[in-house]
């Protein structure tokens, strides 16, 4: 099983930065999907990006593509969510989750797929 924790969330103006940590520890390798969901008040879960396992295609919503950039270590064991241009929607909770397998810029967004998730950081918009 693998454990996940989300640090790097915060309270920021719009059009600021912030860059999220996900610290995994377990059995992680490369054939693990590293992804990052969010959930703002009220809302599902939604996708936000992945790295996928084994090819390592990097996916990303639509809604945030060009402002976030997911990144990982060599080993896996850290993954990274680097987010600018933040608007007041990007509030929300921000997850981590894994899985062994790799996915499509489809499957990516199924969090049915997920088996491990972190307890999630919140960030913080405003306007």
């Known amino acids: 099983q693998v454990q996940l924790v989300e640090s790097g969330g915060g309270l920021v103006q719009a059009g600021g930065s912030l860059r999220l940590s996900c610290a995994a520890s377990g059995r992680t390798s490369s054939r693990h999907t590293l992804s990052w969901f969010r959930q703002a008040p009220g809302k599902e879960r939604e996708f936000v990006a992945a790295?996928?396992?084994?090819?390592?295609?990097?996916i990303y919503a639509d809604a945030m593509k060009g402002r976030v950039t997911i990144s990982t270590e060599n080993t896996r064991t850290t993954m990274y969510l680097q987010m600018n241009r933040l608007e007041p929607e990007d509030t929300a909770v921000y997850y981590c989750?894994?899985?062994?397998?790799?996915?499509?810029?489809?499957?990516?967004?199924?969090?049915?797929?997920?088996?491990?998730w972190g307890q999630g950081t919140q960030v913080t918009v405003s306007s």
């Open positions: 989750a894994t899985f062994d397998g790799q996915c499509t810029s489809i499957s990516c967004r199924d969090r049915r797929l997920y088996r491990s």
């Open positions: 790295i996928s396992g084994r090819n390592g295609a990097i």
